[in-house]
């Protein structure tokens, strides 16, 4: 029997849908707590930053130490890649822009209706709901 602490699927309680869905992918029985995985993890995804909450003060403390300066050089580069990005594309954007808000006038102009007809049939049943969850709740 392994002695390295488990991550499971229940420790991630509180993570969105596609996190533990990834997690479960690739690991359906947990992961044991070593480098390898958490390179893995890393590698398809996964935000490690959520799991800081399972660390202790002190060790969040620690952990936050040791990346401070990984930090700040990696956001010195992603700071410039993104103005090199948004340089290139720019004017692109302008011109999707441009394209775009007759068409989506359009399209916000011919389902405008459905969407109201939509809302008044829905909104009773919404409420209908809600009202028998409460009397349930309560009873």
Not at 43 to 49: Q, T, V
Not at 96 to 121: D, G, H, I, L, N
């Amino acid at each position: 029997m392994s002695a390295t602490p488990r991550i499971t699927l229940a420790m991630l309680k509180g993570a969105c849908h596609e996190q533990r869905h990834i997690f479960l992918t690739e690991w359906p029985n947990g992961a044991d707590a070593t480098l390898e995985n958490v390179q893995r993890a890393q590698a398809i995804g996964l935000d490690l930053d959520w799991g800081t909450c399972w660390f202790t003060p002190e060790a969040r403390a620690e952990y936050e130490r040791g990346r401070a300066a990984a930090y700040v050089e990696f956001q010195r580069v992603t700071i410039a890649a993104l103005a090199e990005y948004q340089r290139v594309t720019i004017a692109a954007n302008v011109e999707y822009q441009r394209v775009r808000a007759p068409a989506y006038a359009e399209y916000e102009s011919v389902t405008a209706p459905a969407k109201a007809e939509f809302q008044r049939v829905t909104a009773p049943a919404w409420l209908a709901a809600f009202l028998a969850s409460q009397a349930q709740a309560a009873s």
